[in-house]
Every structure is written in structure tokens, then in C-alpha cells.
């Protein structure tokens, strides 16, 4: 996700922002800038130096030199264009006399951009953000050509944010109104801070924390004006609206972390929000909504055969959960591969297969290295990744992003339900293009899959219960997962998160499976967890359940609300909010998160930075 900073006071304001900018770094970065106005206009410095655009620009004797009292800037991580120079924020309009920063995704920039294009407005950029700027500049003019005068800034900008479809933290300054910065919102966070020598915005309250005293949060559908001694907020429709500030007792560090104990804990929590903002702008109809940056042309798709899944980790997890929806959708034969063992395997590959790599980082030499040789082989190559302009977009032939934002805790967490919102999303799109589906019920299941981020909102506010419950197993030392169907990709990627963070014997286990073998290792030192929501092989998963209690294994489930019979059976129950049984890894691995973090902490583990695990492999 982007950062935002900016800051209007009676000073100089260069350093604020570039200190700023410093403080954001943490969350991961590919491109920065900084806008500055003085008397003179806006100056803008901006780079996409990996790692390094901050520095370049702390150094810029035009940066450090300046008197501007008044500026933005802004960390990007990009979604649309690749990080550069010219994608990189500030944006300007077409006069240069305004500039903007960004966080968010615009559904309709592309509509907006063809409409302002016809209206003489010329584009430097590729990104989705730019558009704020010239629709911003062409209502102003609007507004001036009617000749209403008063508010013309703010009027502006209240037209320009309705306008807007998605999802956005949106400031902008202009040398013709230079004691001003408005800012607006609708999902993405914006905190307004107030200080004794101005006042302050950022996407972060880590970046103002040292300025400001008091901080308010802005609200979704809330513009903030902001001079360096006044605050007004309003309504999209500019209806005033009462705030109270509030002081933040929080250190920097707590900050970086909105107040919560790890960054792991933190993602946990961004988890509805990253499966949402993977989801905007795709749908069911359009295949080609789904790929970003390189295409296929999704006719390119009708010859396809199969569909070959690989990747590493938790993104072999949600490569599993794909495999069972598009086979189920778009009737399609999929193979699931390992990354690390695709290309030894000797696997059939031509034209007429499709393979998918799927990688948070777009960095693991495995799934690299799969991808690399699934081209030679001449088949189609598409990744799913998190990170723009990461190493595996350069050798494919279509991109789909997962919107997920920088992931810096070690342990995948809000990374895998974007990587299932694309996935499963892409997979209905998949059934539509193949004919398998109709409309309607494609509708259906897609506006379902939307649904799933207020059904994980809802487990989420079970936190506290679920880690109580998560506190009785401090003492157990093996676990097993156990789930069918869907429940099986999920008992896999629990195991995982236990292991990595808490360091406990975990395995995950197709259910079925249990007593071809593992169930000789069940006695009453092991905990079975069962995936036990509602999936066609219910009853049977309770059958499985039922045999490894009568070897004496302590028993837990993660059942549905609905599930009113659960209870008879079992003592400790993971209750999570019903959901279409495709759509279940999404929601039912929220308490299995918080079981694996609640053994970590209780084993006073290093949560974010586990023992012996890099955040990205990039050895064999
Ligand atoms: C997940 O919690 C792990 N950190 C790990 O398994 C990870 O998913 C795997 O290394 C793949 O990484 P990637 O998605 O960046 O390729």
C-alpha cells in the first residue's frame, strides 16, 4: 500500500516530509517523490530507485534548499504501471498547478482517462492515479466557467472524489489556492494530525507522530480541508461534520503497527481489505479484467487444454484451492505442481497448456525457475504475484496482481486470501469465458465471493475468543490438521502457519488419508483440528473426526455458525461465519491464524522474524 504524508505549517516543510517519507519506509517501497509550492509554484521530485528514491531525494540540494511551506509526498507500491519515474506520485494536472498523491485502486480510471483524453487532457503516466489530477483541473474549470466563485477548490475536489469508484486516500495542493490541503477518503486510511506549528496528513500517524499533538481520523466519504491553523471536515456533499481530536499515546515503533503487538497481527487484520482491493475492477465477464500490466488476449485461452498450478508455500496452498474451483467452474483439467519440482518432473507441456505461477514475493527462484522452463517448453506463462515489477513479471505472458500491499511478516497471512480472491475470482471468470457457467449464476457466485470480506470481518471481531480457545493447546506439542475437500488445502496451510511461527510438530492431512498410515501416530499427547465447515464431505470428515477421537486424540473443530449439531460432538469449537463451501479457506483460516500466533506468542517466539525462515527463498 502507498504512503501518504503532507504538511502545511508557517515553516520550511522539506524536512517534515522527507522525514516522513523515512518513517514509511518500513512498509516497503519502489517509488517516491515530494511536491513543494512556494511563491514560485510546485516543484516536483520523484523516483523509482529501488530502495533508494528517499535517499536520492534527502540529498537534493533543490529538496533541501526549499522555503515551501506547504507540500506532499508519498511512498508508492505500485498496482497499475510499473514503478517509475513517471508513475511515481506526486501527479501533476496539465497546467503543472496542481499536484496529488494517491493510496488506493480507481475502478473507472480507465473511463475517466478516455473521457479526459477527449476533453484535451494529456496523460504522462501509466498509472490509475493520474486521473485525479485532470478530473480534478477539469471540474475546477467547470466550476470557474459557471462563474459560482466561492469554494471552488473544495467543490472541486468533492466532484472529483464522487466521481471516483474504488477505493482511496486522495490530497491535493494548487499554487492558486497555496494555504490549503484537502484531503478525502473512502477505505484507504487517512489521519489528520494538528500541531502547534501547523498541521499535518498521512496514510500513517507513524509519519506525523513527533508533529502533532492531537490526531483525528477521517472517516470513508469525509473530505478534510487543512490550513496550518484550521481543520473543517465534510461530507462528500460538503456538509459540515463535528470531529474531536484525540491524542495518540503510541511510540513510533507501536505506530509502524497501527497499535497492534506485530506486523503479523497487523496483516491479520488487513485481511478483509486486501481480499477487497483484489477484487475491484474484476468481474465475471471479462476475462481480461483479471490481468494487469502484460495481457493475454483471452482468446488466446480457448485453445487450452490444461492448466498446470505451481508455486511454494502458502501460494502452493492457494494453488490447491484454484485446482478444485476452476476444475469444479470452467471444467478444465488442472495438474498442481510444486514449484520446486515442476521442471525435474519432466511434465507435458505445449501450446496448449496453461501454466500459472503463483508467488507473493515474485521473487522465489523455485517458482521463477518453473515459470522459465513451462516458456521454453512453449507453453502460455501467467503469474499471480503481489509485487509490480517484481522478477517474474518479466518472462510471462499475462500479470494478475494480487492487491494485498507490502507483506513484512515472515508468515504469509493477508498475501494468501488476495492470492484466493484473484484466484477464485479468476476461476468463475474462467467458467464464464469456457461457457461452463451461465451469467446469472456466475453473478451469483462472484457478488458471494465479494461477500466473503464482511463474513471475514466477522471472524475477525472473534479474535479474543479464538485465542482463548487457542491458549488451552499451550502445552501440546503435536498437531494435525485434518479436512476434505476444501477443508484440505486449508488443514495444509494451518499446519504451516504453526510451524513456522511456533515451532510445533504440525501436519496437515487430507482427512481420508489419516488412516492409510498417520493415525498409529494418534494418542493423547496429539491434537486432530478438523475443518469440519459444511462441504459435501461433511458427514464423512465427521466420521474421520470420530475415529481419531476413539484413539484417544484430544479433538477441535472449526465448524460454522449454522452448525447446531456441532456441539454434540466436540467440546472446543472454531466457530466462523457460514460461506459458499469454495469460498471456505478464505474465512475458515482466520481462527487457525490466530491459534498458530496465540502458540507463538505463548512460546515467547519472534512472530514476524521466525527462526531459520527468510520472507522470500531466492536459493534452491
Ligand atoms: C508462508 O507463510 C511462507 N513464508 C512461505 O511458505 C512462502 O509462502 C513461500 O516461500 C512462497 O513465497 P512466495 O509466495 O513469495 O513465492
Not at 509526498?73 to 506520485?89: E, I, M, Q, Y
Request: charged share 20%; glycine share 6%.
Amino acid at each position: 500500500m502507498c504512503g501518504i504524508i503532507g504538511a502545511v505549517t508557517g515553516e520550511k516543510v522539506n524536512q517534515i516530509l522527507i522525514d516522513g517519507l523515512k518513517k514509511l519506509e518500513y512498509r516497503g517501497y519502489d517509488s517516491a517523490g515530494v511536491t513543494l509550492l512556494d511563491g514560485s509554484g510546485l516543484e516536483l521530485y520523484k523516483y523509482a530507485h529501488l530502495n533508494q528514491s528517499i535517499e536520492k531525494l534527502s540529498v537534493m540540494p533543490q529538496v533541501n534548499d526549499s522555503m515551501a511551506a506547504i507540500g506532499l509526498a508519498h511512498t508508492r507500491w505500485a498496482t497499475h504501471g510499473v514503478p517509475n519515474d513517471l508513475n511515481a506520485h506526486p501527479h501533476l494536472d496539465c497546467s503543472g498547478k496542481l499536484a496529488i498523491v494517491h493510496n488506493g485502486i480507481i475502478e473507472n480510471f480507465r473511463e475517466l482517462k478516455e473521457m479526459l483524453k477527449d476533453s484535451g487532457h494529456e496523460f504522462i503516466s501509466n498509472t490509475d492515479s493520474e486521473v485525479i489530477a485532470h478530473l480534478i483541473e477539469e471540474n475546477l474549470s467547470l466550476i470557474k466557467s459557471e462563474g459560482s466563485g466561492a469554494d471552488e477548490f473544495l467543490r472541486a475536489f468533492s466532484m472529483t472524489l464522487k466521481a471516483l469508484l474504488g477505493t482511496f486516500a486522495v490530497a491535493v495542493i494548487s499554487s492558486e489556492y497555496p494555504d490549503t490541503i484537502l484531503v478525502g477518503k473512502n477505505m484507504s486510511p487517512v489521519v489528520v494530525g494538528l500541531g502547534n506549528m501547523g498541521n499535518f496528513i498521512s496514510s500513517d500517524v507513524s509519519a506525523i507522530l513527533e508533529h502533532a499533538e492531537k490526531f483525528v481520523y477521517l472517516q470513508d466519504l469525509q473530505i478534510a480541508a487543512v490550513t496550518k491553523s484550521s481543520l473543517k471536515i465534510y461530507d462528500f456533499d460538503l456538509s459540515g461534520i463535528e470531529f474531536a481530536a484525540t491524542p495518540v499515546t503510541w511510540s513510533y515503533k507501536d505506530a509502524q503497527k497501527a497499535g497492534y503487538e506485530t506486523f503479523m497481527l497487523k496483516e491479520i487484520h488487513e485481511e478483509p481489505y486486501a481480499f477487497t482491493e483484489t477484487l475491484l475492477g474484476r468481474s465475471t465477464d471479462k476475462l481480461e479484467l483479471y490481468f494487469d500490466e502484460i495481457h493475454f488476449d483471452p482468446h488466446e485461452l480457448a485453445d487450452i487444454r490444461k492448466i498446470f498450478l505451481v508455486g511454494c508455500g502458502t501460494s502452493y496452498h492457494s494453488a490447491m484451492v484454484a485446482k478444485y474451483a476452476i476444475e469444479h467452474w470452467a471444467r478444465i483439467p488442472v495438474e498442481l505442481d510444486i514449484a520446486s519440482e515442476f521442471r525435474y518432473r519432466d511434465p507435458v507441456l505445449d501450446s496448449t497448456t496453461l501454466v500459472v505461477g503463483i508467488t507473493q514475493s515474485g521473487e522465489t527462484i523455485d517458482t521463477l525457475a518453473a515459470l522459465n522452463f513451462a516458456r521454453k517448453s512453449r507453453a502460455k506463462v501467467l503469474c499471480v504475484t503481489n509485487v509490480v515489477g517484481s522478477t517474474v513479471t518479466n518472462n510471462v505472458d499475462a500479470v494478475m496482481f494480487t492487491r494485498a500491499g507490502p507483506e513484512i511478516s515472515v508468515a504469509a497471512t493477508k498475501s494468501y486470501v488476495a492470492q484466493l480472491a484473484v484466484l477464485l475470482g479468476f476461476s468463475i471468470a474462467l467458467g464464464r469465458f469456457s461457457g461452463v457457467l451461465f451469467k446469472s449464476e456466475a453473478d451469483r457466485y462472484f457478488a458471494d465471493l465479494q461477500n466473503c470480506a464482511s463474513m471475514m470481518e466477522i471472524a475477525l471481531g472473534r479474535e479474543t475468543s479464538y485465542r482463548k480457545l487457542a491458549e488451552k493447546f499451550k502445552d501440546t506439542r503435536d498437531f494435525f490438521f485434518i479436512g476434505r475437500h476444501m477443508g484440505y488445502p486449508t488443514s495444509l496451510e494451518a499446519a504451516l502457519k504453526l510451524k513456522e511461527i511456533s515451532y510445533l510438530h504440525a501436519e496437515g492431512y487430507p482427512a481420508g488419508e489419516l488412516k492409510h498410515g498417520p493415525i498409529a501416530v494418534l494418542d493423547s499427547n496429539t491434537t486432530v483440528i478438523g475443518i469440519a465447515t459444511k462441504n459435501k464431505l461433511y458427514e464423512k470428515l465427521l466420521s474421520n473426526l470420530e475415529e481419531v477421537r476413539s484413539r484417544n486424540a484430544r479433538v477441535v473443530v472449526v465448524a460454522n455458525d449454522s452448525d447446531n449439531s456441532v456441539s454434540n460432538y466436540f467440546d472446543d469449537i472454531f466457530y466462523v461465519p457460514d460461506t459458499f463451501d469454495l469460498f471456505s479457506p478464505v474465512v475458515d483460516i482466520i481462527p487457525l491464524q490466530f491459534l498458530a500466533y496465540e502458540l507463538a506468542v505463548r512460546h515467547n517466539n519472534d512472530v514476524d522474524k521466525p527462526r531459520n525462515l527468510a520472507k522470500t527463498v531466492t536459493v534452491e
